[in-house]
């Protein structure tokens, strides 16, 4: 788990999605169902994914740990968590990524800065977008809202 929890702080984005993708068609079905749930409950994300969806639902485990640190680890079952956490360490594409492991503390340590790209899936979490709704009168005109939401 020490490793697991390294490689989601430290290794570049695309390599530990890579690793992910490598990870997730080992695990039995009911585990993924368990990974996609705590995507689900712990990122509030992938609400229309299914756990067939790897690729998908390795990018939100990434990217939302990199986004909410813990709350991917904090809402997947610790047995689940665990197997996903073995295979991710001994993916081939975690192979190298391990320079700075030996003088870790143990601490969560800050995720370096990426450059972020166009390609792929590389890209920063968008801010929502606010939506302000002017109702209209029968004339044409700007209302005011009613008690239950509707132009008056």
């Keep these: 788990m020490r490793q697991y ?23 039995r079905w009911r585990e993924r169902g368990l990974v996609l ?8 994300a992938g609400l229309r994914l299914d756990r067939d969806q790897v690729r998908a ?6 990217l939302g740990e ?3 640190p ?17 295979l991710v360490v001994v993916a081939e594409a975690s192979f190298g990524l391990f320079g700075g492991y ?10 370096p800065e990426e450059p972020w790209t166009d390609s792929g899936f590389a890209e920063r979490w968008r801010t929502p ?3 302000r709704v002017v109702y209209l009168d029968y004339t044409g005109g700007p209302s005011t809202p009613d008690s239950f939401g509707r132009g008056r």
């Design 70 to 86: 813990g709350a991917f680890l904090a809402a997947v079952d610790p047995v689940t968590l665990r197997h996903l956490a073995d």
């Design 5 to 27: 929890r390294y490689l989601l702080r430290t290794a570049p984005a695309d390599a530990l999605e890579v690793a992910h993708v490598e990870a997730l068609p080992q695990l």
């Design 66 to 68: 990199r986004r909410s």
């Design 102 to 111: 030996a003088t870790w503390d143990g601490s969560d340590p800050v995720a």
């Design 37 to 44: 749930a705590a995507v689900q409950d712990g990122l509030v």
């Design 129 to 131: 977008l606010t939506v």
């Design 57 to 62: 639902l390795a990018h939100l485990v990434t």
